[in-house]
């Protein structure tokens, strides 16, 4: 590849060219990721919303969110009736920390909740609901901490009857540690509403961890790598 071709394929924004019928005649790598989480169609229907009346080129500020991928704006371009080009820009959510790997010992990630949802239901009246995917592998974590930020998690729902945690990979979605990639898993709890003043402290908290966070008015979301 050419120096130009190996900067947009290694570009932290993703790059996606499309036909004229919404099929994909191009990406990065950054676009595979984000495909992982968005249909093709939403991404060329997203394209055609916003592309220039006329040949060329606009770019628009908003706000978009696709899963964990949050960006802040968008340019659209094309030059003939043949193709059409999207690129999103990336919200820059992460910190140093949170790209570091993990660090720890093979865990079960079953018992690990089990121990969870066990010492948050002592003197609570809440129906814990377990929906797990059971072909999660044993993966390598800092247990203790993993085990601190969900007992923060489930403290931000305990003023519901009923709470459910739902284990589940993350098809499509990898991250990468010293050049290799790592398939992602998600341990999400919900519930239907959220105690505002626990999910500030569980913020703060991550804030100086690895682990990232998706979080919505009613769930909070933990995604960690598949590292066995």
């Known amino acids: 590849m050419t120096l130009e071709q190996q900067w947009l394929e290694f570009d932290f924004n993703p790059f996606i060219l499309f036909n004229h019928d919404g099929k994909i005649v191009s990406l990065n790598s950054e676009a595979q990721f984000l495909l992982g989480a968005a249909s093709q169609k939403e991404i060329f229907e997203l394209t055609t919303a916003h592309a220039p009346l006329s040949y060329g080129f606009k770019t628009t500020f908003l706000d978009i969110e696709f899963g964990r991928h949050k960006f802040f704006g968008i340019t659209v371009g094309y030059i003939d009736d043949n193709e059409i080009g999207i690129k999103l820009y990336r919200f820059p959510t992460l910190n140093k920390n949170n790209i570091q790997k993990p660090q720890g010992e093979l865990v079960n990630i079953y018992t690990l909740i089990d121990l969870c949802i066990s010492s948050n239901s002592i003197g609570n009246?809440?129906?814990f609901v377990k929906d797990f995917d059971p072909t999660i592998p044993d993966v390598l974590i800092d247990s203790n901490k993993l085990v601190k930020v969900l007992n923060q998690i489930y403290t931000c729902?305990?003023?519901?009857?009923?709470i459910t945690t739902k284990v589940f990979y993350r098809i499509g979605e990898y991250i990468k540690y010293d050049d290799k990639k790592y398939s992602l898993f998600s341990i999400k709890i919900s519930a239907?509403?959220?105690?505002?003043?626990k999910l500030k402290e569980l913020q703060e908290h991550v804030a100086s961890t690895c682990f990232y966070l998706e979080i919505k008015s009613n769930f909070v979301s933990i995604n960690l790598p598949i590292i066995t």
Request: a negative charge.
């Open 125 to 127: 009246d809440i129906t």
């Open 157 to 162: 729902f305990l003023d519901n009857d009923k």
């Open 192 to 197: 239907d509403s959220i105690d505002e003043e």
